[in-house]
Each structure stands twice: as C-alpha cells, then as structure tokens.
C-alpha cells in the first residue's frame, strides 16, 4: 500500500476512497489526484464556491446535503451547487452519485465524478477533451480550456504516482 501513503504526502484526502475509485473507473490514478486536487485541494468533501445556494457553506454532511437538495429541488430549479471531492454540481449527476449511496460520501461521488470524466475521454478522444467537458459541460469556453490545461499539468507533476 506504498501508493496510499505517497497519495497522502501529496494531498489526496482519501487515498484508499481515491484508489478503490480509481480501480473501479479506469481513470488514470495521476489524473484522478489531479482531478481532486483541481476540484477540492485534494478531494475535501466541501460544498463549492459558485454563486448560487449554498455558496462556500463547508462540510458536506448527510445532513446539510439534504438541506441542499430541498432548496435545490428535484431538476435544479432552486439552483446547483458543486458538492463533494469532485464538485459534482449538475442536479442529475448528484443524483447519480445519490443512486450509489449518496453524493455527500467522498467515494460515491469520487466513482460519480470518475465515471463522467472517463465516459468524456471516450467521446471527446482525449483526456485534454475530457478536462475540459467535465468542467464546461457540451460546449466548452475559456475557463474551461485553461481548467484542462491546469489538470493536465498537476497530472504531469504527479506522475510518479503509481497504484
């Protein structure tokens, strides 16, 4: 378990979450640390910063989830925050993660988020392509360009990380 102690030294919040994630997905294990590392400074099970409900509101909670979907609703008409290591923020993703056992659980929304960014790869060719979808959904824009390169690069300086 040599890979679990290095992805702790490099920040990975869950490591053993991140690997058993990372052996159910096929995602690359540097990209999934860069991911996490992107997403929440190391895959934080922290609700977002977007500026809608539940801006910066810490923790994520069973609890305060729950409190989360009643003001979001049931197709995100009350608005759609990024929850969890991945930041999963549509409403339907969250609910995928939901059907797993719940989007507030590090490793359910880890395989949720995991799942999405390998489905892109294999529409969109590459993990650049898939970078950049997973952050700026069909189309993405600028931030979502430079969001791809910034993951690409943390994979590069993790590439030492092996499972």
Excluded at 93 to 118: H, K, S, Y
Aim: charged letters at 20%; proline letters at 5%.
């Amino acid at each position: 378990m040599r890979h679990v102690t290095t992805l702790a030294e490099a920040g990975i919040v869950y490591p053993h979450r991140t690997v058993a994630a990372v052996q159910e997905t096929g995602l690359p294990l540097m990209l999934a640390c860069a991911f996490l590392q992107q997403e929440s400074t190391g895959g934080h099970n922290v609700f977002g910063h977007d500026p809608t409900i539940f801006v910066g509101a810490g923790d994520v909670t069973e609890t305060n989830y729950k409190q989360y979907l009643a003001r979001r609703g049931p197709t995100g008409h009350g608005g759609m925050q990024g929850v969890g290591p991945m930041q999963l923020t549509y409403w339907s993703i969250q609910d995928e993660a939901d059907t797993l056992g719940g989007c507030w659980r590090p490793l359910m929304n880890m395989l949720v988020g995991f799942r999405l960014v390998v489905a892109n790869k294999a529409r969109y060719g590459t993990w650049w392509n898939a970078a950049a979808h997973y952050n700026g959904g069909t189309d993405p824009g600028e931030a979502a360009r430079r969001y791809a390169d910034e993951v690409l690069a943390r994979a590069t300086r993790l590439k030492d990380v092996r499972p």
